[in-house]
């Protein structure tokens, strides 16, 4: 079975420039999560989608952040404009359910400079 | 305000020796606790996940003990292998129901040959 799918892996981009995350998550996974993980610290949510519906974005930066999951499959985080403070790793994780065990993609390591 | 604390930053022991890692957590009440392990550039992995009503949990070589009076959970790894090595991290879910997680910083484990 093909795991959470996310790409690019790494993209360098100039502050002030917007950016992009795609994640397709494992078959028949409803629930769809997007995590912030600066170095050394723990993953951060920043929305959970429950097929097409963004549930909860209470932690989602609106000024500049915005995600879509158009037909309850993959989905899509941008950013725009990247700032400096922004360099972190992105982290898609599905689950079957909202209760149910979430799984990891690789992530997108973002360097804005 | 609620903290989630994972109490080393760092740890090494001895292939052969019992690893433990804290978890310790404050203002939250939650319904269970979950650990993770992640490896460089990959995403966090599921390894185990107990209640508040349960004292203790294995799984192979994996121990987890929940302490909801200490606010406090227990990961250890016996027998601890170099394949081990890796950065563990406890997560916890404050709103019962959502499973929006609230991830620790981690435990960076090295087993020493």
């Known amino acids: 079975e093909a795991g959470v799918v996310q790409s690019p892996r790494y993209k360098i981009i100039e502050k002030k420039q917007p950016v992009a995350f795609w994640c397709n998550p494992i078959?028949?996974?409803?629930?769809l999560y997007w995590y912030l993980q600066n170095l050394g610290q723990g993953p951060e949510l920043l929305i959970r989608y429950e097929n097409e519906e963004a549930v909860d974005d209470s932690q989602l930066p609106k000024d500049r952040f915005s995600a879509e999951r158009l037909k309850g499959v993959d989905s899509t985080l941008k950013i725009q404009p990247a700032e400096l403070g922004d360099s972190a790793v992105y982290l898609c994780?599905?689950?079957?359910?909202?209760?149910?065990?979430?799984?990891f993609g690789p992530g997108t390591r973002l360097l804005v400079l | 305000s609620q903290k989630i604390e994972q109490n080393s930053e760092a740890l090494n022991i001895q292939e052969g020796k019992t690893a433990t890692l804290t978890c310790n957590y404050t203002n939250y009440s939650p319904a269970y606790l979950q650990w993770y392990r992640q490896d460089p550039g990959r995403g966090p992995v599921f390894l185990l996940l107990?209640?508040?009503?349960?004292k203790e949990k294995r799984k192979e070589r994996l121990k987890v003990t929940f302490d909801t009076t200490l606010k406090q959970s227990l990961f250890h790894i016996t027998a601890s292998q170099p394949a081990d090595s890796a950065t563990y991290l406890c997560?916890?879910?404050?709103?019962?129901?959502?499973?929006?997680?609230?991830f620790g910083t981690g435990t960076r484990l090295t087993v020493i040959p």
């Open positions: 994780a599905s689950s079957l359910a909202p209760l149910e065990t979430q799984y």
């Open positions: 078959s028949g996974h409803n629930t």
């Open positions: 997560a916890l879910d404050p709103q019962t129901g959502a499973n929006n997680l609230f």
């Open positions: 107990i209640r508040e009503n349960e």
